[in-house]
């Protein structure tokens, strides 16, 4: 079984709670990120549920006293499984690290080792899958003609005890 995961002591990047005035960042992220972006009303609805852990990486700027938000995850949880709904680097901060260290922080912040988590990405997405597979995340099931824009389908994924075991025991209907 897994431990929890903890962010090092010596982590460039400040991981906070998301909040509503991080939004007009979190939106020129999202546009600069993904071909269809998220609404402002969807990240608001996301915000507002009590039962979410949506989470900000902020980057010092070393010339100021100020950080630049460079990040964000979006979790939802549904009953007994949490969804990770978007997570999003800024592409100028990409390959820095950030999106591991947020899944590092959802799953602190969680705190249970027997928590299982799933996501949906792109086909295409071959860095982020190799990011969620070294997360301990495994291909379950496809998502037919999931993403609006150009009707490419999304692998599901899910990372739970089983899977960080290599099997899928736990895992709700898995693909064979």
């Keep these: ?14 991981i906070r709670r998301l909040g509503y005035p991080d939004l007009p960042q979190v939106i020129a992220i999202e546009r600069r990120a993904f071909p269809t972006p998220w609404s402002l009303a969807m990240f608001v609805l996301e915000l507002s549920k009590p039962a979410g852990i949506c989470l900000a ?21 549904y009953d007994t499984v949490w969804h990770i709904m978007n997570i999003a680097v800024d592409p100028s901060h990409r390959r ?17 080792a027997n928590a299982r ?11 982020a899958i190799q990011l969620y597979e070294r997360e301990g995340f495994r291909a379950a099931g496809l998502r037919r003609r999931y993403y609006q824009d150009n009707g490419e389908d999304a692998l599901i994924m ?14 709700p209907n898995p693909a064979p």
């Design 1 to 14: 079984m897994a431990a929890v995961q903890r962010i090092p002591e010596t982590s460039p990047f400040e």
């Design 57 to 77: 990486a902020l980057l010092p700027d070393g010339r100021s006293r100020r950080s630049t938000l460079a990040g964000y995850l979006i979790c939802s949880r």
């Design 96 to 112: 820095l690290g950030i999106a591991t260290e947020l899944l590092a922080s959802l799953y602190a912040r969680v705190q249970d």
């Design 117 to 127: 988590y799933t996501l949906e990405v792109r086909q295409s997405n071959h860095s």
């Design 158 to 171: 899910w990372r739970t005890p089983a899977t960080l075991q290599g099997s899928f025991h736990d895992v």
